[in-house]
């Protein structure tokens, strides 16, 4: 935490990108936990994940060319299907015996749920197995509904400290000032949220939110909102009222150790929303580059001093739980047992 890294967590799902951003034959290559992985979508409309190295020569297969079916690499034309099984070496003569489908430039496990492409980052090369078996779902919408805003930043920090900015309760009167939403930071005002223990994480136990506010007042009566945190940066906010509900994911998935892409994502039920989907992402984006500056910023201290730094109660008591969460997570691996949530419920009280 203390520094400009962070230790990247296996056996896990990472958000990738929105399938909406890969059509069927095409494929994009992107660096995740520091490993180049080439995503495409078969003609099929499936969608797959490899290694983007080939095996022959090392060269990227994101230069060569995707038939809907076999990647074929630049150089000398070997050909591998969507599990990454060669499927051919062209300078091959028939009496030439190569077992090519010994040959492989390695996949991982990778499925689209909710309109986003989520790719597995195994320990050992293991199968997605028990409790991340497949990618978290979202509430209240289902596996084939794709968000309707959609937006990602990279941020030149470590995961620790993007997740850090996710769950920090009293930065926004200070971080967050644009026209359209200030808050005065010299009228801070007292919170007091109760958590409790949740899948890999913890969530801010279902409440309600104010009636007067206006945006709340298009969902309906009864609005209540809970937000959860899990492993590996998931952020689930879920808004309901009585007519409409609002879910929000920020999903933080590392570049490599000291970078980190965001990506913020809306599910809306109104109908209406999708004519205001450019507007709402231009906001989403005007609010995320406000904690991406801070970041830009936070890397010249760290980068200049490594200093130590705090964590204070309760405003920073989620930024503790973000790494004994973490930590379990790495012992329990390193242990070969099962993860053991190690947070209790408890209030936490602020200012913000
Ligand atoms: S380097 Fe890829 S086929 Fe030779
Ligand atoms: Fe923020």
Redesign the pocket.
């Known amino acids: 935490m203390q520094g400009l890294t962070a230790t990247l967590l296996r056996g896990l799902w990472y958000v990738a990108l929105p399938g909406a951003m890969v059509r069927p034959g095409a494929m994009v290559t992107k660096t995740l936990l520091g490993e180049p992985v080439l995503i495409g979508r078969g003609r099929d409309g499936g969608v797959f994940a490899l290694r983007d190295i ?6 990227p ?1 994101s230069y ?1 060319r995707f038939d809907g079916e076999t990647v074929a ?6 050909r591998f299907d969507t599990a990454g099984v060669c499927r051919e ?1 062209p300078s091959l003569r028939e009496d030439q015996k190569v077992d090519v489908e010994r040959i492989r430039c390695g996949s991982y496990p990778c499925v689209e749920r909710n309109g986003l492409i989520w790719v597995y980052f195994a320990q050992a090369g293991e199968a997605p197995a028990g409790r991340e078996a497949g990618p978290p779902a979202m509430p209240v919408f289902g596996d084939g509904d794709a968000p309707g805003a959609a937006i990602m930043l990279p941020f030149p920090c470590s995961t620790d400290h993007a997740a850090f900015g996710l769950m920090d309760p009293t930065h926004a009167a200070f971080v967050h000032t644009s026209w359209w939403f200030k808050k005065d930071p010299s009228r801070l005002r007292p919170k007091e949220k109760a958590f409790e223990p949740s899948e890999l994480g913890w969530r801010m136990v279902r409440h309600p939110l104010p009636p007067q506010n206006i945006a709340y007042r298009l969902l309906g009566q009864n609005v209540t909102t809970e937000i959860s945190y899990r492993l590996p940066g998931l952020r689930v906010e879920e808004i309901r009222g009585d007519r409409h509900a609002v879910v929000g994911l920020t999903a933080i998935t590392p570049v490599d150790a000291e970078n980190t892409e965001v990506w913020q994502f809306f599910w809306i039920s109104m109908g209406w929303a999708g004519l205001m989907r450019p507007l709402i992402e231009h906001l989403m984006r005007v609010f995320l580059d406000q904690d991406r500056v801070v970041v830009v910023r936070q890397r010249e201290g760290l980068v200049k001093a490594q200093p130590r730094l705090m964590l204070i109660n309760d405003a920073d008591t989620q930024a503790r739980w973000w790494m004994r969460v973490k930590d379990e997570w790495l012992e329990a691996q390193q242990a070969g047992r099962e993860f053991a949530n190690p947070l209790k419920p408890m209030t936490l009280r602020w200012r913000s």
Do not use: E, F, M
């Open positions: 080939c095996p022959h020569r090392g060269i297969l060569g690499c630049c150089y000398h034309g070997w070496i």
